[in-house]
């Protein structure tokens, strides 16, 4: 049995965990990430984690889900808005004051993709997309075991993908990216609106959640909300086939726990794909808690080649 470390780097919490090849996480670690008092509290509540959940097994490397844009290849974080300190470093070398393995890095929307194609949803997939709804949208793809990344690691970036030009305005600053149509956040924002719009005053309980809720209750301001976001869905789902045509799409996050998003939502895709025989094989994510740490620990456990 091979066994990695793989370490959850989020922008307030830090999960360590030890893997094996099987999927297992055999012992595992959380800690504040620290990420305001800077990049040397961030190495050491990393280089502790690592330290609690090392034992007597061999590890064969330390994977490292960072939140932002990695490129992998160099090890630098090109761009981390929710962990500035992260920003511009070398992480790979950092990480060698504290860690004597071989240490690779990627962001946390590819691993959890690469975690749910090795140890989830997607184990049976030779090509998988996986896509997060939650706070934000983000997603990576995998094809035959390799992480698209594109030519400079800044490519799949599934949540910014753009829906409309003149659209919303998104959290990374552009207009009309999925992000600011499918994910809490947005939905929140929504609502606000529809509430200022309709001239009552929104209710600071309604999140998310409880939108669907509205919506399956029938009420006006859940189906307002929910109906086109659901349709948004739809063609979202039907663009990542039209252009990719993976086995299987596996979506993870809060929003991923409504039954709408499975039952309407999917009922929707096909209208909307090219190729009306298009494959669609939408799953749940299995990963749940530990989704980060599988699928770093995943970059070590299952190295990837490159053309040489
Ligand atoms: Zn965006």
Sequence with gaps: MAYAIGVDLGATKLEAGLVSSDG??????RVPTNAQQGIDAVLA???AAVGEVRGDEPVAG?????????NHREGVVVHAPNARCLTGRNVVELCGRGIKEPV???NDANLFALGEYRFGAGQDARSMIGITLGTGV??????EGQVLRGADSVGA???HMTFQYDGRMCGCGR???VEAYLSGTALEEIYLEYARSRGFDPDPQVNARRLFQMYENGEPAGRAIVDPFLSQFAHYM????NVFNPEVIVVGGGIAAQPALWEEGVRRIPDACFAKTARINLKPAQTGDHAGVLGAAALILFPETEKT
């Design 238 to 241: 039907a663009t990542l086939i």
């Design 138 to 143: 983000g997603g990576g793809i995998i094809w």
């Design 157 to 159: 970036e599934l949540g």
């Design 104 to 106: 690779r890095v990627d």
């Design 45 to 47: 509540a990393l280089f």
């Design 24 to 29: 297992r996480v055999v012992r595992s670690h």
């Design 62 to 70: 330390v994977g490292l889900g960072l939140p932002g844009a990695v």
């Design 175 to 177: 207009l009309g990216c």
